[in-house]
């Protein structure tokens, strides 16, 4: 019987996955250079902890089930409310700020395309503790020096949905109408927002595209609004902080992200070359989310990358990713000394990457090998040169070759 993987996942072989597994290690160290540690969190939860607050698109998605006891449990779709209900769990009594990251799979049930798949999987970043514009500014400095780590060509745009939401106080919008506007801006639905905000007002200000300039034009349209132009105030210490951190940016007033738990600051970073599905990081400030686990008001902020399409936009841009090299391929020549030969193998993995010929090859056939793996040296063990306490090696770029002793292989490693 033929059984074929389920539609929207993928497999990763040995070259793929080696592709990927450097670039989560580049990302990861540029992270934990500020000071993030990482954790993990369940693969699957109760569903209530996301239809709290990560919005009605999530909820519409998520693999549910129902386990042995009765209890709806989800596939998580996402981390960032996982990692807040930890907080409220297990992280309360941390020093703060609780700087985290994480890296997993996720899951939604969505029609898979180019760059969107029901297995998909993310690099995530929590700060946890600070409310100032500065730990908001680190957050998307962060986000900015992974990409760069990979040198990747990006364009990040930031907003504010604080604005947003203080301009609909302002204008008496009720606060349950507020979600759904912001959704209907994400999803790109104007007509359906122009039905729920009927003032001008609002849509001029979501236009507003481009350089610090356009604050200027946001002061002017907010000078009579309190909430609005309290909120554009803090967005612009923000803004002071990424240009002393001499970030490039651009903003844009209309990002609202579909997620409902957003409160202030959101970001978006987009590349060339992945067409629709060019969306590679997405996130903001959220004050009210761990509140929602814990009673506790705790100010957070954070981002997810699409780590899928980081990867695909490394390979579009041509960015090169060293192949997966072995160091040693240990060659015997004979059965009567491929025992001597593992032993030798054994010896030198303490100190770099060694493949004994497991095959039963022709000496030959194990050189051939050795080349098309790229390995450096071949290690060829014959009983002659046993008998001397000598080994063969054999430098596969320059193809020449030397008698040699085990300890004087062992101080070129």
Known sequence: MKVEKP???????????????????KMSCAIENYGYRRVSVPTFERSELFRLKSGEEIAQHMYVFEDKGGRELCLRPEATASV????????????????????????????????????FWQIGVELIGPSGPESDAEVIEVAARSLKSMGLKFELEVG??????????????????????????DRGQKDKAEKLVKDKVFFDLVELKGDKKIIKKAEKILKDYENASKALGEFKGILSYLDALEVDYSINLGIARGLEYYTGMVFEIRVEGLGAQNQICGGGRYDNLVELFSGLSVPAVGFAFGFDRVVEAVKEQGIEIPKKKIDLVVAPVSDEVREEAMKIASRFRGNCSVEVDLMNRKLGKILEYASRINARYTIIVGPKELEKGLVVLRDMKSGTQKEIGLNEIERIF
């Open 84 to 119: 807040c209900r930890m907080f409220a769990e297990e992280l309360r009594a941390y020093q703060k700020p609780v700087k985290v990251y994480y890296s997993g799979p996720m899951f939604r049930y969505e029609e898979p395309q180019k760059g969107r798949y029901r297995e």
């Open 7 to 25: 539609r929207g996942t993928r497999d990763f072989a040995p070259d793929e996955m080696w592709a990927r597994t450097l670039v989560e290690r």
């Open 160 to 185: 504010h949905l604080g604005i947003l939401r203080g301009l609909m106080q302002d204008l008496k919008v009720k606060e349950e109408v507020q979600d759904d506007v912001i959704s209907a801006i």
